[in-house]
Structures are given as structure tokens and as C-alpha cells.
């Protein structure tokens, strides 16, 4: 069921945690600041948005602005996913809301980088076509060895090896997009760092000379 029938209910969410948080972080919002969260040229927005907005350009620093909110977003979100599942859902159900429409908030939040939970949903049989597309792609390149192999019965060891090159680059760029697609780029980009330490650790133990 969804927790935020509106834009404005979304919105009063977010900016209450931002709120709350900027309190807890010793960084309070501003009433000008705290309005600037309800910015949007297209959207639903606050009646007097832009008399708040012409305020802000004359006595605030956007960069630094963005900067502040976006850290109580990250230590907002993170504090809900690790403390409050429930918070942290009421959190993707009102940005999953929020990004049906143009929204200044939604820029701090990509700023904030807080993973995969302010995705938009995909949409039914998006995953299935995902992994349909993966398995053409290597098969399609399984079956051009198998064809190189019938045409060419005598092709020499390089031949064999490049094909098996390219195969091999071709099946870990598939792997590679599919991963990151299903459990997000900074998810396995953080896996792929640690298994890199891991095995170049493991690597470098093995070269150390004995002890004398």
C-alpha cells in the first residue's frame, strides 16, 4: 500500500527528517532553507516559493547549501537502514514519489548517494528481458566459435585463442552489466574492491621471502 497519496505528504516526510536531522547534526534548517526543500519550476510546490527562492539567491550559498543537505540525507538514511526498516521504507516509498516530477530536493538526494533504495522501481518482466538479453549475447558468441570450429576445422592455436579472448571479454562485460544492474554500481564496485585486495594480498603474501 502507498504510504504518500501526494507530492505534498511525500514532501513533508522528507523535510521533516531533514528537519529532525539537522537538529540532532547541530546544523539547524532556516525557515528559508527548510522552504527551499519544496522547491520545483513545474511541480507542486509551496504557495510563496518564489519569494523564498529570490531570499535564498540574495543570502545563502547554493554550493554550501546543497553541500549541508545532502549530508543530513546520508546520515538520515543511513541511521533509518540500520535502525528503522520501517523509516527507511517510508523513505523509498516518498522518493520513489518525489521523482515522477522535476524537484530541486531530488538533486541533494543523488548528491547523497545513498544507494540502491532511491531507485525507481523496474518496471514487470524488465528483469527477465535483462537476463534474456545476457543469455542471447552468449550464446550468440558460443555458437560463432562452434561455427569458426566447422568452417574452419584446421584453424591454428592463435586463431582459437583470440576467439577465446574476445569470448571470455564478451561474457565478463555481460556478467559485469548484469551484476551492477541488479545489485548496483557502488554495491559491486565496493565487492570488486575488496576481492581485488583480497587476491593482490594474497598474491603479495606468497612472494614474501621466508623469514632468515
Known amino acids: 500500500m ?13 523535510v521533516s527528517r531533514i528537519s529532525d536531522e539537522g537538529l540532532r547534526d ?12 519544496y522547491f520545483s519550476e513545474t511541480a507542486w510546490t509551496l ?8 531570499e ?3 543570502n545563502y550559498n547554493q554550493e554550501a547549501y546543497e553541500r549541508k543537505i ?4 546520508r546520515k538520515a538514511v543511513r541511521r533509518a537502514r540500520k535502525q528503522q526498516p520501517e523509516e527507511f521504507e ?7 514519489r518525489l521523482r515522477k516530477e522535476d524537484r530541486y530536493l531530488l538533486l541533494m538526494v543523488d548528491h547523497a548517494r545513498v544507494g540502491l533504495a532511491f531507485r525507481p522501481p523496474r518496471p514487470p518482466g524488465d528483469l527477465l528481458k535483462l537476463w534474456g538479453t545476457g543469455i542471447t549475447l ?14 574452419f576445422p584446421g584453424n591454428n592455436l592463435s586463431t582459437s585463442a583470440y576467439v577465446a579472448f574476445w569470448m571470455a571479454s564478451v561474457c565478463a562485460a555481460v556478467l559485469y552489466f548484469l551484476l551492477r544492474l541488479l545489485i548496483g554500481g557502488q554495491k559491486l564496485d565496493r565487492v570488486m574492491v575488496r576481492a581485488t585486495d583480497w ?3 594474497r598474491w603479495s603474501s606468497g612472494r614474501e621471502d621466508p623469514p632468515a
Not at 545532502?70 to 540525507?73: A, E, G, K, V, W
Request: proline share 5%; hydrophobic share 50%; glycine share 4%.
Open 47 to 54: 504557495p510563496d516559493i518564489l519569494e523564498v527562492n529570490e
Open 26 to 37: 547541530g546544523t539547524p534548517l532556516s525557515e528559508i532553507e527548510r522552504k527551499m526543500l
Open 199 to 201: 587476491l593482490f594480498g
Open 90 to 96: 517510508a523513505w523509498i516509498q516518498a522518493i520513489r
Open 70 to 73: 545532502s549530508q543530513l540525507i
Open 2 to 14: 502507498e504510504r504518500f497519496p501526494n507530492d505534498r505528504e511525500a514532501l513533508d516526510f522528507v
Open 56 to 58: 535564498f539567491d540574495k
Open 138 to 151: 552468449v550464446a550468440f558468441f558460443c555458437g560463432l566459435v562452434w561455427l569458426i570450429n566447422k568452417l
